[in-house]
């Protein structure tokens, strides 16, 4: 079982940049991939990203050019660098892991609790 907890999260203007963290807890992270997903108000729990043991890594049109997610597996974290933010961003973010690097909700296993981004325009 892994346990998963974000931080990070807040209020930042357009064009600010912010950073996630998922801290996770169990000795079998490092076969996991990682993603992030988000969930705006009123809307579905979407893919964001996601990252492979290897660093393979897959994006969302929406954010690719913009966010970057990286992982370090002797510190068993995993990060989204948000850079650019827009104002359709604003979500609660997500952490979550998976046998493999896919994206669609019902394929990770285990989730954290999310983390609340505000990007004001």
């Known amino acids: 079982q892994v346990q998963l907890v974000e931080s990070g999260g807040g209020s930042v203007q357009a064009g600010a940049s912010l950073r996630l963290s998922c801290a996770a807890s169990?000795?079998?992270?490092?076969?996991?991939?990682a993603g992030w997903f988000r969930q705006a108000p009123g809307k579905e729990r979407d893919f964001v990203a996601a990252?492979?043991?290897?660093?393979?890594?897959v994006y969302a049109d929406s954010v690719k050019g913009r966010f970057t997610i990286s992982r370090d597996n002797a510190k068993n974290t995993v990060s989204l660098q948000m850079n650019s933010p827009r104002p359709e961003d604003t979500a609660v973010y997500y952490c979550a892991v998976s046998r493999g690097l896919k994206y669609r909700v019902t394929d990770y296993d285990y989730w954290g609790q999310g983390t609340e981004v505000t990007v004001s325009s």
């Open positions: 990252v492979a043991w290897s660093g393979s890594t």
């Open positions: 169990g000795r079998t992270f490092s076969s996991y991939v």
